[in-house]
């Protein structure tokens, strides 16, 4: 472990731990907390361990870290237990299975920044009999009545959340405020392993609704305020407006999802209010602390953005079982999902098959027209025709597709350059022969099947769907023999799905245009029904194993890669990689919210920026690396005039107050003439644009567009900086009465 802020502090604090040891083996007691005579005696005490280190380890005892040790050692502050817990829990189950490395060291950590101190009495510290006095011994009292008071906002109660509310519940914060949690997710089975507020029962139910009720029985005097609403553009306007966040004194992250926290992160920066952000993977996890006009913000740095898997490797030349399983998550997708969305939504715009017929008869093709009318063409009403394109789908895609690829490039092919076309990392198929009595072979067909007849609407008993019915009805499907396809299959690296996709064949507009014909004049086998007209889609449910999406996944993953000669998977390692599963370990989980309270504490303390830290740690190496958070990044306007991220400028006006008048408030206050104004994407003054000399005598609120009841508008204003090029201001609020 390694605090890059101080770099000398481990010796001082392992001595004054083994002062303490031997004041609790001599007086069988510990120091009472800002006892002098006490004190003294871990200062002699001190003394003489001094001389039992390493010669220039330690010269001489710290008084203020002996202080410190000797006045909280009857104390206990949970955001520490709970991260020391999380630390040494890792421990036991590295000793326990083998994985990982152990760590093999003295691991000191401390957060004396949370310690009172300009000369606060011993008064402050003072035990009043009640469940906070073992904090109050640490923190102080007017501390913890300064957190009894915070209103806070946490988004997220999962992993992460659960803990933080445990943890905000035995600090006692927000007794006397309002702690507001939200999150739109319910409780499923897979979470229970580390989100330890809910249980077997909860499952199916709101995680805030059910997270706020298990933090009452631990803490009966906190207001928590539970939301189920998502956060986000739809809501900002609704729920969480600028008067909510200005009416917060700290936000608190419990994220999964990079988006939401670019998002929460603006919204922060926008508001002015302080932000605790935090993740965990596996045994990985990190800790930010965001403070306005102290610290940069998380946008302010950022990942590197994750390199797409090329679409021809997913759709033809996969080399690895993670490219199978994204093909199979994408045609489960493509299925059950955006077909039947698409096919609903085509006939609900264009409900008259016959009048459809005419237009295409004209030449016109409504958007999707091809794609349903195929699919209208292999529509179903038995589960027993869906058993049989199953096993179709079966064929074209583990025999058929393997076949067109071995006949578009043989064994010889060659690229331009003349290097052989299978060459690493392509891999050649081999079309797979159907097996009845290969379990995989049949799971798949018996999967698809259940998943096409509730696209269909069909209802299915479980037992149509046992092995003893299903394989007779297998064994007597026919399914087409191989032909040619006349389809370009993309070998380029740079094309999308999208750029890949070839334009519609004038023969397949033909046939389509005249299999409609035919169902339209009932002269094909099954005339169109409106009921068919409809399908269901099928959201992907990854904790329902009755559903048969995990199934059919596992199923087409694997076939997949015993076409390519990959390795298969376990159903377990597919269900994480399709279910996209973050792997969340409750040890790292409560280590990362324990450092994380610890930095709410110091932000309702106000500390100095040297005093908070951020933290990346990765317990499975095992490496904890705290450093001071970065500052805001300052940048030049001109020359006597530097702002921040968080800098804000405010214009007021009125109805009338004119474009023209809004520069010479802008200049008159800040000493800085306004060049352009711009909100959002729209451009409200930019003299290079015709006609936008003649808006400066008009009233800006012409201009302007405002949202819901909002009296503000942001606008982005630039500004010419010496060098003649144009340069961006703080954001100004524009007050409009």
Sequence with gaps: MCDLGKLSAPPQIHLAYLTLLHFVGKYERKPLPHDQSDFELMVKLAEALVPKFEAGLVDKADIDTLKDMADTSTGMLPPLCATIGGIVAQEALIALTNKFTPIEQWMHLDAREVIPRDGIGAKEFERQNDRYDPLRICIGDTLLHQLRGVNAFMVGCGAIGCEMIKN????????????????????????????????????????????????????????????????????????????????QDLIINALDNVETRMYMDARCVTNQRPLLESGTMGAKGHVQVIVPFLT??????????????????????????????????????????????????????????????????????????????????????????????????????????????????????????????????????????????????????ISCARLLAFRAGIQVTAEECELGAMVPLIEKIRVPEWKKSSKRIETDESKTKETATAPSDTNIVEECTEYLAQAVSAKVSRPIKKQELTNQTNKFE????????????????????????????????????????????????????????????????????????NCFMSLGVPQILFSEPGPAPKSEICPGLSVTLWDKWEVRGSGTFTIKQFISDVTARFKITPTMIVQGVKMIYVPLMPGHSKRLNQPISNFINRQGNQNYVDLVVTFDSDTGEDVNGPPIRYFCS
Aim: hydrophobic share 35%; with cysteine.
């Design 168 to 247: 905000i519940s035995l600090i006692g914060m927000s007794t006397n405020g309002r702690f507001v949690v939200t999150d739109n997710d319910l409780i499923e089975k897979s979470n229970l392993n580390r989100q330890f507020l809910f249980r077997d029962r909860d499952i199916q139910k709101p995680k805030s609704t059910t997270a706020a009720h298990s933090a009452m029985e631990i803490n009966q005097s906190l207001r928590i305020e539970a939301h189920q609403n998502k956060v986000g553009p739809q809501t900002e306007l609704s729920h969480y407006t600028d008067q909510f966040f200005l009416s």
């Design 542 to 613: 990854k904790d329902d194993d009755t559903n048969a999406h995990i199934d059919f996944i596992t199923a087409a993953s694997n076939l997949r890669a015993k076409m390519y000669f990959i390795e298969s998977a376990d159903r377990l390692k597919i269900k994480k990689i399709a279910g996209r599963i973050v792997p969340a370990i409750a040890t790292t989980t409560a280590a990362v919210s324990g450092l994380v309270a610890l930095e709410l504490i110091k932000l309702v303390k106000k500390c100095k920026i040297e005093d908070y830290k």
């Design 296 to 445: 940069e913000s998380y946008a302010s740095q950022a990942d590197p953005p994750e390199k797409d898997v090329p679409y021809c490797t997913l759709k033809s030349f996969p080399s690895t079982i993670e490219h199978c399983i994204q093909w199979s998550r994408d045609k489960f997708e493509s299925l059950f999902v955006q077909k039947p969305q698409m096919f609903t939504q085509f006939w609900q715009h264009n409900s008259d098959p016959s009048r459809l017929l005419g237009k295409m008869r004209q030449g016109q093709l409504p958007e999707n027209c091809i794609p349903v009318i195929k699919m209208l063409g292999k529509r179903v009403s038995t589960f027993k025709e869906c058993v049989e394109l199953a096993r179709v789908k079966f064929e074209k895609y583990f025999n058929h597709k393997a076949r067109d690829l071995c006949h578009a490039f043989p064994d010889d092919h060659k690229l331009e350059d003349g290097t052989p076309f299978w060459t690493s990392p392509k891999r050649k198929p081999e079309p797979i022969r159907f097996d009845i009595k290969d379990s995989s072979h049949v799971e798949f067909v």
